[in-house]
């Protein structure tokens, strides 16, 4: 919209319309893409409070990479982190989610500390962490829709009994959850069988948001959430972090893309260079302030929300 004077729209590998720039909309070029209209491009749900922390980070550091990260995630709410690349949004999800060491620092989940040494101790705290690259770390992309939501669950101790039958696999048990989360993500797939690599971008990751919420966890890190996915799917996604955070869940979203988080999130951490340097009302904010934040020394304190 800002720098181009037509745009033509394909879907489904045909031409839908060429239109000039300054006579059409945004909303009326999302139309196009999708095939339908989008009331809200980044939906909220009506009658969620915010309810205890669920996940409290004391002072983390890694050395060379972020130091003195402090910050609390709520119950039933949405909170983005956000910053320039090389920011380490990234690596600070990973070393949440014990896949990287950390140096110093407490972590505490329900308002109890607790240690974490590696990736299991992470999901059997209730911890998910959705990888920004989907393809290399979050699938099995030559394994069907039914192994990829099934695999996490069937390692964690949590609910493997679910799963399993002794030391064997219930097939049954496991065909039946994974139709579950098909049905509750509307994946579109042909078949539980089908093999993951073949489906679109945005159902590609509606399977790894069933793959972890299987596990029933209780603090969902999703990291890039939308890249690479159209414009429909991303109402989706948003709408299912809405519904996670209704249902008591702790939502933190790492992403790039400003107007994604002032428009879903409840509140906004800002990090540069392994910092936390300002926290942020998305009410109150715009894109302006968030990149002075992001691209600026700071003399004074981190900013808070009002």
Same mark, same amino acid.
């Given at each position: ?19 000039n ?26 009658g ?34 956000t ?12 070393? *949440?989610? &014990? ?7 407490? %972590?505490?989940?329900?308002?109890? =500390?607790? /240690?974490?040494?590696? +990736? ?22 030559e394994?069907?829709?039914?192994d ?59 399977? *790894?948001? &069933? ?7 209780? %603090?969902?890190?999703?990291?890039? =959430?939308? /890249?690479?996915?159209? +414009? ?25 893309e ?49």
């Amino acid at each position: 919209m800002k720098v181009c004077d037509r745009a033509t729209v394909l879907r489904d590998g045909e031409k839908v319309k060429t239109v000039n720039i300054c006579d059409t909309t945004g909303d009326e070029l999302v139309n196009m893409m999708v095939g339908r209209s989008l009331k809200e491009r980044y939906p909220k749900l009506d009658g969620g409070e915010r309810g205890r922390p669920l996940l409290q980070v004391r002072g983390l550091c890694r050395r060379g990479v972020f130091k003195d990260i402090t910050f609390d995630a709520y119950a039933g709410e949405i909170l983005a982190i956000t910053g320039l690349v090389g920011a380490k949004r990234t690596e600070l999800l990973r070393a *949440i989610f &014990g896949a990287d060491k950390i140096d110093e620092g407490e %972590i505490l989940v329900a308002e109890q =500390p607790v /240690r974490i040494r590696n +990736v299991q101790d992470a999901i059997a705290q209730g911890l998910a962490l959705l990888n920004e690259d989907r393809k290399n770390q979050g699938l099995l992309l030559e394994m069907s829709v039914n192994d990829n939501i099934a695999v996490t669950g069937i390692n964690c101790k949590k609910v493997s009994k679910v799963y399993l039958r002794g030391p064997f696999v219930n097939k049954a048990a496991v065909l039946q959850n994974s139709q579950k989360y098909v049905e509750r993500l509307k994946i579109k797939t042909p078949s539980l069988q089908q093999i993951v690599k073949n489906l679109s971008g945005g159902n590609q990751q509606k399977v *790894i948001l &069933g793959k972890w919420l299987s596990t029933d966890a209780r %603090i969902v890190m999703v990291d890039e =959430p939308t /890249r690479g996915i159209d +414009v429909g799917s991303k109402a989706e996604i948003y709408m299912l972090m809405e519904q996670l955070a209704m249902n008591g869940v702790a939502v933190i979203m790492v992403s790039s893309e400003l107007p994604e988080v002032i428009g879903v999130s409840d509140r906004i951490l800002v990090m540069r260079s392994g910092e936390i340097v300002a926290e942020l009302d998305p009410k109150h904010t715009n894109e302006e302030e968030i990149v002075k934040f992001s691209a600026t020394e700071v003399k004074h304190e981190k900013q808070n929300a009002s």
